[in-house]
């Protein structure tokens, strides 16, 4: 009997007559339907899904960096003598949250990605208003950080998302 050397890949069904094909598949063996997008997306997919993953990697990892601080700040506060004001408790109840969205990200789960950009926009607003009431070159630094990360978080999810409409896996 011939061992079908296909039957553990990713699959999906062909959008023109339905019947299930490997997902990077470039032509559908049941109808010959070919996907120009996938066709395009097979040759360049590894290079593609390998840098996204590179990215995820990284912004994962700054996710996390974020949440440590945040704990770190939070832990300081618990220390202190008359214990933690409301800014204390709010970052030691952000912190895991962070770091939770960091670590799937890293993990190249979307959701995850969507939450972490989002968290982003909450510190930019955040910067922005205190830029206003009170001007400080720290703020303005964290400003351009996180505009960054919001740039680069937005290109990772419209890249990851071509992918996934292709049909390629992420992971
Ligand atoms: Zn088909």
């Not at 912004?59 to 949440?67: S, V």
């Not at 800014?87 to 960091?102: F, H, K, Q």
């Not at 009431?133 to 290109?155: C, E, K, M, N, S």
């Amino acid at each position: 009997m011939a061992i079908d050397s296909t039957s553990s890949q990713p699959r999906r069904a062909c959008p023109k007559c339905g019947e299930s094909i490997v997902a990077t598949a470039a032509k559908c063996r049941f109808c010959g339907e070919i996907f120009e997008d996938a066709l395009r997306a097979s040759s360049e997919a590894p290079a593609k899904v390998e840098k996204i993953g590179f990215e995820l990697r990284g912004l994962g990892g700054f996710w996390m960096f974020i949440g440590l601080l945040l704990g770190l700040f939070g832990f300081i506060e618990f220390t202190e003598p008359g214990g933690p004001d409301a800014v204390g408790i709010t970052c030691m109840v952000l912190a895991p949250v962070w770091l939770v969205v960091g670590l799937m990200t890293r993990f190249k789960r979307l959701w995850a990605v969507y939450c972490g950009l989002a968290l982003s926009y909450l510190v930019l607003l955040g910067v922005a208003a205190s830029i206003f009431t009170d001007p400080d070159p720290l703020a303005a630094v964290l400003g351009v950080i996180f505009i960054g990360i919001i740039v680069l978080t937005h290109r990772s999810i419209r890249a990851a998302r071509k992918m996934v409409h292709a049909g390629v896996p992420l992971n």
